[in-house]
């Protein structure tokens, strides 16, 4: 590898894999600072596509667009896990690369992330692994009813996810998904979700975020919001286990750990190798914002200083707000302590993330409040 000796400054061309709204926020941080942004997603019209420097549109695995991006950039990161590992490593031939190809094919595949954490001692909702159809009576008989069935791969947002109360009920879902790879997992009964932000260096120094308590509706975050309600010893422990999992996983970049919270104890739900969506946060109430951070990381800059600066509720918008005859932008605005974040999307599907808006207020719980009344406002 050609590597370009750290850190990367200001005037270097930087690259991301993925043009998604998570692309389009590192290319405005990274854009901000004075980097160059050189984005590759095969979609013409994308998000990040829109502010870059550059666009190159092409698919993943083209190996031509990734040598080209390589060598144009001082380094190269990912908006996705589902980003093919061998381009990362094709990647790494020509330039910087973070996070690496052996941590996003961990966690970009839920059955080796599962053994992962289990095998490094991280407790998870109980699982087993389904490869074939005879694999589902005696899991179910492990793991009990009623159980999640979740495909290996490629499943996002509870895509991908069906919920199993009889070996029936199993086999006909295996087969729905094609009988692909999958997990099956014991529903659990979940006090809270929250989720710890955190970025590591090549040093191994970490700058965690604050814990964010998240809602779902439909197995899409809803609302996020900052403090999370929960004990200094929960809140401790999760920092610890979010931190552990970065470093026995040498990661470099950007990273959250999702976690259920069940009977007072912490289970590890997801890892993603990359910023996340319940550290939009971080845009508008840290001094550091999440994708400054990745920027900061991926050019192998001192991190910079996660701490909040204000409660925050952040609420997600979605497509199905179109088909209710168009969000009322007006009502959002009129608030001085809300800040607006649309990803540039052309088409509103039902369930699409369209954008986000911050509450910004003196506790966590008028910013709550603020925020649900804006989302059934809006
Ligand atoms: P996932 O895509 O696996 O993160 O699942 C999306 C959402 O579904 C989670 O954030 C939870 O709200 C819910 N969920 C997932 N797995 C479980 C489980 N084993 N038990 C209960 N709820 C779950």
């Not at 990367?8 to 930087?14: C, D, F, M, R, V």
């Not at 909702?125 to 492990?142: G, Y």
Request: proline share 6%; glycine share 10%; net charge negative.
């Amino acid at each position: 590898m050609s590597s370009k000796p750290l850190p990367i400054l200001p005037g270097a061309t930087l690259g991301i894999l993925g043009g998604g709204q998570l692309g389009r926020m590192f290319t405005i941080a990274a854009r901000t600072m004075g980097y160059k942004v050189m984005v590759l997603d095969p979609d013409a019209d994308s998000p990040a596509g829109q502010m870059a420097d550059v666009h190159l549109q092409a698919d993943y695995g083209d190996h031509a667009a990734l040598k080209r991006l390589g060598e144009a950039c001082a380094a190269v990161t990912t908006e996705f896990e589902n980003v093919p590992a061998a381009s990362l490593i094709e990647l790494a031939a020509h330039c910087r690369v973070s996070p690496s190809a052996a941590a996003v094919a961990i966690v970009q595949d839920r059955s080796h992330e599962k053994s992962w954490l289990r095998e490094h001692g991280f407790a998870t909702a109980p699982f087993e692994l389904i490869n074939s159809e005879a694999d589902l009576e005696p899991a179910l008989a492990n793991v009990g009813a009623p159980a999640l069935l979740k495909v290996a791969r490629f499943g996002y947002d509870g895509k991908g996810q069906a919920r199993i109360d009889t070996p029936d009920e199993a086999r006909a879902a295996f087969r729905g998904f094609g009988g692909q790879p999958c997990v099956l997992e014991g529903f659990v009964r979940l006090e809270r979700e929250i989720s710890v932000v955190l970025a590591r260096s090549d040093t191994g120094e970490c700058a965690l975020f604050p814990i964010a308590e998240n809602r779902h509706d439909n197995g899409i975050l809803d609302v996020s919001i900052v403090p999370a309600r929960v004990t200094d010893t929960l809140a401790q422990q999760a920092r610890a286990m979010a931190r552990a999992v970065a470093d026995q996983l040498g990661y470099v970049g950007v990273m959250a750990v999702e976690f259920f919270v069940v009977g007072g104890r912490l289970m590890v739900n997801e890892i993603a190798p990359r910023p996340h969506n319940s550290g939009h946060y971080t845009l508008d109430a840290c001094v550091t914002d999440q994708f400054e951070q990745q920027v900061r990381a991926l050019a192998g800059l001192p991190l910079g200083d996660p701490r909040l600066l204000s409660p925050v509720a952040m609420v997600n918008i979605l497509g199905d707000r179109w088909q209710e005859g168009g969000p009322h932008w007006g009502t959002l605005l009129a608030h001085p302590n809300i800040k607006l974040h649309l990803y540039g999307k052309q088409a509103a599907r039902p369930g699409r993330k369209m954008g986000h808006f911050n509450v910004l207020d003196t506790d966590a719980a008028a910013a709550l409040a603020l925020a649900e009344r804006m989302r059934d406002a809006l």
